[in-house]
Nanobody, 128 residues
Framework: QVQLVESGGGSVQSGGSLRLSCAAS???????MAWFRQAPGKEREGVAA?????????TYADSVKGRFTISQDNAINTLFLEMNLLKPDDTATYYC?????????????????????WGQGTQVTVSS
């Protein structure tokens, strides 16, 4: 069983930055890894997705393009999310996930159904 453990969340002021990490207990054997977030009273939404193989481009939600960057360090089985210019609307619990490559697609997506390993989440709070 693969475990994903997020860290790096916290409280920042609007305009600030945070770097989230997601450590996998071992190689997930999954081609896609992604970050999702869920704010109170809202559905979980995809933020960014990355092709672990490095073959296809990463995917970003429109709301975070130009501000967030997803990356990985394969040597330590760790996924990152660099978050800059944070806004109060970014306040949520952030989850990392791993999932298989879906044939017929051109890149890893941010749909919930594409991922079968999930972390427990880390809280990000942005104050105005």
């Amino acid at each position: 069983q693969v475990q994903l453990v997020e860290s790096g969340g916290g409280s920042v002021q609007s305009g600030g930055s945070l770097r989230l990490s997601c450590a996998a207990s071992r190689d997930t054997s999954r081609s896609c890894m992604a970050w999702f977030r869920q704010a109170p009273g809202k559905e979980r939404e995809g933020v960014a997705a990355l092709d672990v193989r490095g073959i296809t481009a990463s995917t970003y939600a429109d709301s975070v393009k130009g501000r967030f960057t997803i990356s990985q360090d394969n040597a330590i089985n760790t996924l990152f999310l660099e978050m800059n210019l944070l806004k109060p609307d970014d306040t949520a619990t952030y989850y990392c996930a791993a999932g298989p490559w879906r044939f017929g697609t051109t890149r890893c997506g941010t749909g919930l159904g594409g991922y079968d390993y999930w972390g427990q989440g880390t809280q990000v709070t942005v104050s105005s």
